[in-house]
């Protein structure tokens, strides 16, 4: 079983003086500075909650609306699907999300830290989901009543249930949902607001020591923007300070996966540590110490981003034992998305190296390879091995911890 305590202990300096309530004590010169993270992610001023993400909670209800929209074949059209990515036309059947002036398009590869001044860069991720989208309207759906075989669109069974898939057996659907994981909240959370070129920008850190809060609101803007990256992992639970109590079962995204990731008993734990260092982050923040700040924040760039390397690797050989027993449907579902957890790959983050744990350009040489000739017909279980072995070799885990 995977052991994920040592590496909080090594991230921060600190010694437990009440499991019960999460008190940490900083020695420092010294002296002894006392955090204390709460019991839950509750944090008030003045007898007022000063946490707030309701723009993250609005992105993913969006993204959800989305991707349920791409398996509607007799209403969705590519002008729907694309409205629906940028929020144009009032696209949305919930009205309180066609008032936002939030939308997912404007979110996706738009860090301050991966995707600032890189516009190019940027434009390429946001073209990428257009496209998907589109062609779920023009290559799918047209299809829906064929049977789909080498180069033919159309559908496939997958036990008792039937996907729809493109020439080469991808389903659409699932590398926009999967895909988005990397893209939005990955990216968001941990290259944006995590980083402290958005923590510490401008006066945020001498506000933040005199509790000046952002016109008409309980929060200083630091404050705020901790809060928005727990938003893109937290945000759509019913009870957001409980949230680690629900964590799997709040949305179709980030949240999901760190629950399946968390069933896994070589990885039990993982969901615990990451709601402890949201709390710790954020507390550190109410008391000023940044240090132990950033060390929260190092510690939830590796856990979030073994999630998508753990999940990509778990689709790969789900898909590829499914290809052995000539299941093609389970394959291919299982396979695309595995195909959006590659994808999302170079969102993620190292904290070791302020980079990706598998660069773009690694990324776009494992989709050229999933995609070659047939694409998902054509590809070999020796081809599954090599990506997945090549993905688990950058992370803290192995292929057979994270496959099964």
């Known amino acids: 079983m995977k052991n994920y305590l040592p590496l909080a202990l090594a991230l921060t300096?600190?010694?437990?003086?009440?499991?019960?309530?999460?008190?940490?004590?900083?020695?420092?010169?010294?002296?002894?500075?006392?955090?204390?993270?709460?019991?839950?992610?509750?944090?008030e001023r003045d007898g007022e909650s000063t946490v707030s993400f309701s723009g993250q909670t609005t992105r993913i209800q969006m993204a959800q609306e989305l991707v349920s929209e791409m398996s509607d074949f007799d209403n969705a059209t590519v002008a729907s699907l694309s409205n629906m990515f940028s929020n144009e036309e009032n696209p949305f059947e919930n009205e309180d999300l066609n008032a936002s002036d939030k939308s997912i398009k404007s979110k996706v590869a738009a860090s301050a830290d991966y995707y600032a001044g890189?516009?190019?860069?940027?434009?390429?991720?946001?073209?990428?989901?257009?496209?998907?989208?589109?062609?779920?309207?023009?290559?799918?759906?047209?299809?829906?009543?064929?049977?789909?075989?080498?180069?033919?669109?159309?559908?496939?069974?997958?036990?008792?249930?039937?996907?729809?898939?493109?020439?080469?057996?991808?389903?659409?659907?699932?590398?926009?949902?999967?895909?988005?994981?990397?893209?939005?909240?990955?990216?968001?959370?941990?290259?944006?607001?995590?980083?402290?070129?958005?923590?510490?920008e401008a006066t945020n850190v001498e506000d933040n020591d005199n509790g000046v809060v952002v016109e008409g609101k309980?929060?200083?803007?630091?404050?705020?923007?901790?809060?928005?990256?727990?938003?893109?992992?937290?945000?759509?639970?019913?009870?957001?300070?409980?949230?680690n109590a629900t964590a799997g079962t709040d949305d179709n995204f980030l949240n999901k996966y760190l629950g399946r990731v968390e069933g896994d008993e070589d990885f039990a734990g993982i969901a615990q540590e990451v709601f402890d260092a949201f709390k710790l982050g954020r507390?550190?923040?109410?008391?000023?110490?940044?240090?132990?700040?950033?060390?929260?924040?190092?510690?939830?760039?590796?856990?979030l981003s073994?999630?998508?390397?753990?999940?990509a690797v778990y689709y790969l050989q789900q898909g590829k034992n499914a290809i052995e027993a000539?299941?093609?449907?389970?394959?291919?579902?299982?396979?695309?998305?595995?195909?959006?957890?590659?994808?999302?790959?170079?969102?993620?983050?190292?904290?070791?190296?302020d980079a990706p744990y598998l660069s773009t350009e690694e990324v776009n040489t494992f989709i050229s390879q999933l995609t070659a000739d047939n694409g998902l017909w054509?590809?070999?279980?020796?081809?599954?091995?090599?990506?997945?072995?090549?993905i688990a070799a950058q992370f803290d885990f192995t292929v057979e911890q994270a496959g099964s």
């Open 306 to 311: 073994e999630v998508v390397g753990i999940r």
């Open 378 to 390: 054509d590809v070999t279980p020796e081809t599954l091995d090599a990506i997945s072995t090549a």
């Open 218 to 243: 309980s929060y200083t803007n630091m404050e705020h923007k901790w809060d928005e990256a727990f938003g893109y992992l937290y945000g759509n639970a019913a009870d957001a300070a409980n949230a």
């Open 13 to 43: 300096t600190i010694a437990f003086t009440s499991c019960e309530d999460d008190d940490t004590v900083i020695t420092d010169g010294g002296t002894d500075i006392e955090v204390t993270a709460p019991a839950t992610y509750s944090f």
């Open 326 to 353: 000539e299941n093609f449907g389970t394959a291919f579902h299982d396979l695309s998305e595995g195909f959006g957890f590659v994808y999302s790959l170079q969102f993620t983050r190292n904290p070791n190296t």
């Open 118 to 200: 890189n516009t190019a860069a940027s434009a390429t991720v946001k073209a990428f989901f257009e496209a998907r989208l589109a062609d779920q309207v023009n290559e799918v759906f047209p299809a829906q009543n064929t049977v789909a075989t080498e180069g033919v669109a159309g559908q496939i069974a997958d036990g008792e249930s039937t996907r729809y898939v493109n020439a080469q057996g991808f389903e659409y659907n699932q590398i926009v949902a999967k895909g988005l994981i990397g893209a939005l909240m990955i990216d968001q959370a941990l290259n944006n607001y995590l980083g402290t070129a958005v923590l510490d």
């Open 283 to 303: 507390a550190a923040i109410v008391a000023g110490d940044y240090e132990l700040r950033d060390e929260q924040a190092e510690i939830l760039r590796t856990r």
